[in-house]
Antibody
């Protein structure tokens, strides 16, 4: 059974940093691209970032480019999102999502975690 | 980043057919097609269909996707109460090098 478990969310002040993690199990992690998708309270889905199976291809939404860094550790079956210089508009539930393919330039998310809540507020 | 366009809400009766639309451009929907996701309140999204209108295993045949030009559609036949949810489309945008989502359609089953 595929499982994606996010962690690392919490309350943080504007301008501070936070690192999210996603522990994956139930599939061959290094065969697939992975993504972070967020959802602000009461709002729609917003893609944040994606990373290919071997970290060779990485992409970011314009809203987080230069502030967020996605990475993965295939030996640990884990996905990460380093978030720096956080803004109030980054407040959202952050989901880890598995791609159907190995390339991040697809965005077909077939499995999702339950999400971890990030609240940016002073 | 410009997103895909979906109607905010659609209402249909029980056992009727609903068709949800998602409009993009030649760089996204018109290029590689769109995926469709269903999200019930308080739950993560669930993939219903992905590029080239493929349905993942376990998804009911009542859900079918199609594409005409820059517009993708999701048709749900024989509407059931459990189909009441938010539906999102997504696609890779080759000009933005990013995934774009639609704003979502809230489907109400009357």
């Amino acid at each position: 059974e595929v499982q994606l478990v996010e962690s690392g969310g919490g309350l943080v002040q504007p301008g501070r940093s936070l690192r999210l993690s996603c522990a994956a199990s139930g599939f061959t992690f290094d065969d697939y691209a992975m993504h972070w998708v967020r959802q602000a309270p009461g709002k729609g889905l917003e893609w944040v970032s994606g990373i290919s199976w071997n970290s060779g291809s990485i992409a970011y939404a314009d809203s987080v480019k230069g502030r967020f860094t996605i990475s993965r550790d295939n030996a640990k079956n884990s996905l990460y999102l380093q978030m720096n210089n956080l803004r109030t508009e980054d407040t959202a539930l952050y989901y880890c999502a598995k791609d159907i393919g190995y390339d991040s330039s697809a965005g077909d998310f077939d499995y999702w975690g339950q999400g971890t809540l990030v609240t940016v507020s002073s | 980043q410009a997103g895909l366009t979906q109607p905010p809400s659609v209402s249909k009766g029980l056992r009727q057919t609903a068709t949800l639309t998602c409009t993009g451009n030649s760089n996204n929907v018109g290029n590689q097609g769109a995926a469709w996701l269903q999200q019930h309140q308080g739950h993560p999204p669930k993939l219903l269909s992905y590029r080239n209108n493929n349905r993942p295993s376990g998804i009911s045949e009542r859900f079918s996707a199609s594409r005409s030009g820059n517009t993708a559609s999701l048709t749900i036949t024989g509407l059931q109460p459990e189909d009441e949810a938010d539906y999102y489309c997504s696609a890779w945008d080759s000009s933005l090098s990013a995934v774009v989502f639609g704003g979502g359609t809230k489907l109400t089953v009357l």
